[in-house]
């Protein structure tokens, strides 16, 4: 019967009509309701779990990247990494391949030292005209904004009283076909004797061409040689 039970039960079912009630009434003021469960009637939330949508990465690149900034740099080499590192583009620069080749015109093999090693490459003139010889455009087509560094060493061949200085006359230049589109040539070397000559001269690219080429002249009397030796063309910038 209802006056034999608990008065603590009925205080409960009297708070939570009250409540109940009180519910009812704040909803049909605002037009809608929100149930909040507290935490310690359904457990408290797994730590491990992830929320529908949300990434479970770490943030991590690869490829040595940043945490948060994604993909590092890649290591693999561009079409011009050879080239930026200051490899030579000139083969058989040092001669020591056994032939003058690619050089085209006078040049044949010398029998005297180079100027680092056994071979050394030997121009002669066996007319009163002048010599020219060139690479035959073997350093490989130029990059537009590059800058290419040319050195080589030189002297002449047998020590003639005449021509104790022989001027030899060094270009670098980019071709189209015959045709050359930029040039730097250094005209102010003097070849002895007595000890090799160290010639250098650097070109900056500006324009679009198909080859890189290096060419020498010289007008010795007849007779009369010079040595080339340690030929290279380097990429700079």
């Given at each position: 019967m209802l006056v034999n039970l608990d008065s603590r039960l009925?205080?409960?079912?009297l708070r939570l009509?009250?409540?109940?009630?009180?519910t009812t009434s704040a909803c049909a003021l605002v037009g809608a309701c929100s149930l909040t469960v507290p935490d310690d009637l359904v457990g408290n939330a797994d730590p491990q779990s992830t929320p529908a949508g949300a990434s479970t990465s770490d943030g991590g690149g690869t490829n040595g990247g940043e945490a948060?900034?994604?993909?590092?740099?890649?290591t693999e080499g561009g079409a011009d990494a050879f080239v930026a590192t200051g490899a030579n583009l000139e083969p058989n620069g040092d001669f020591e391949e056994g032939s003058c080749a690619p050089w085209s015109g006078k040049a044949t093999l010398s029998d005297?030292?180079?100027h680092a090693g056994l071979h050394a490459c030997k121009v002669c003139s066996d007319t009163f005209a002048a010599i020219a010889i060139d690479d035959q455009k073997s350093a490989g087509a130029p990059v537009v904004g590059a800058?290419?560094?040319?050195?080589?060493?030189a002297k002449q061949a047998t020590y003639n009283p005449a021509y104790n200085?022989?001027?030899l006359s060094t270009t670098l230049a980019t071709t189209d076909g015959p045709k050359t589109v930029e040039s730097k040539s250094d005209t102010s070397s003097s070849l002895t004797a007595n000890s090799w000559s160290k010639i250098t001269l650097s070109l900056d690219v500006t324009k679009p061409a198909e080859s890189l080429s290096v060419q020498l002249a010289a007008s010795p009397p007849f007779g009369f040689c010079f040595l080339f030796d340690d030929v290279s063309v380097t990429r700079t910038k």
């Open positions: 009925l205080a409960s079912v009509s009250l409540v109940a009630a009180y948060g900034t994604g993909p590092g740099p890649s005297a030292p180079g800058t290419y560094h040319l050195e080589l060493w200085a022989l001027p």
